[in-house]
């Protein structure tokens, strides 16, 4: 069974605050997808990250992907209310199959 | 706009009674897909189509039918709906299987 591990499942963290969500896996990658979803909403796609080690920032929130494409992390600095969301990571194999993982929920209080 | 619409979006209904829940999309996607999503489990498929006529089983696609006989809708039916297929349902459609995929605003089926 592939499997793409989320941490931590749920985190709530007052404004202005650092975190990391990590998303880990056994397998090899060709690209992960980073997700938001919003309450009442389908998920809407952050970013794509394809190569070993790469870093994409999308302003306060950097995504980098591990070097052996096996692993991702999502950094938010300075979290604000509005980064509450569910946020889902996706590995794509080689096959171009779509890995989920189950979601990190996010709650930031002002 | 480009995007994809689910109807409806809530439905209680009770076990047994057949129902329909429609996807359209307007990118001209090939491929379309239909995931669940339940707490603590994310998002799980149920089943795709790459084209047109052509679809497959996902991950958990027991109780559940598909169709695509248009490249834009690709509804899913639930011949004898029980209170286990209770969830949120998310259609999505991408220009591939590993693509962005898009997503539908989401269906709140209850099953009673």
């Known amino acids: 069974t592939q499997l793409l591990e989320q941490s931590p499942q749920f985190l709530s963290i007052q404004e202005g605050e650092n975190l990391t969500v990590y998303c880990n896996s056994s397998s090899v990658f060709s690209s992960l997808q980073w997700y938001r979803q919003e309450p009442g909403e389908g998920p809407v796609l952050l970013v794509t990250v394809v190569t070993g080690g790469e870093v994409k920032k999308l302003k306060r929130l950097t995504f980098q992907f591990g070097d052996a494409r096996k692993d991702s992390s999502l950094h938010i600095t300075a979290a604000q209310p509005g980064d509450t969301g569910l946020y889902l990571c996706?590995?794509?194999?080689?096959?171009?199959?779509?890995?989920w993982g189950a979601g990190t929920k996010l709650i930031i209080k002002p | 706009e480009a995007q994809v619409t689910q109807n409806p979006r809530y439905l209680i209904t009770v076990t047994g009674k057949k129902l329909t829940v429609t996807c359209s999309q307007n990118?001209?996607?090939?491929?379309m897909s239909w995931y669940r999503q339940d707490p603590g489990l994310g998002l799980r498929q149920i089943y795709y189509s790459m084209n047109v006529e052509v679809t497959d089983k996902g991950d958990v696609p027991e109780g559940y039918k598909v169709s695509r006989k248009e490249k834009r809708n690709f509804p899913l039916i639930l011949e004898s709906p029980s209170p286990n297929q209770t969830s949120l349902y998310f259609c999505a459609s991408s220009f591939g299987q590993g693509s962005t995929q898009y997503f539908g605003p989401g269906t709140r089926l209850t099953v009673l």
């Open positions: 990118m001209n996607h090939e491929y």
């Open positions: 996706a590995g794509a194999h080689s096959n171009y199959q779509l890995i």
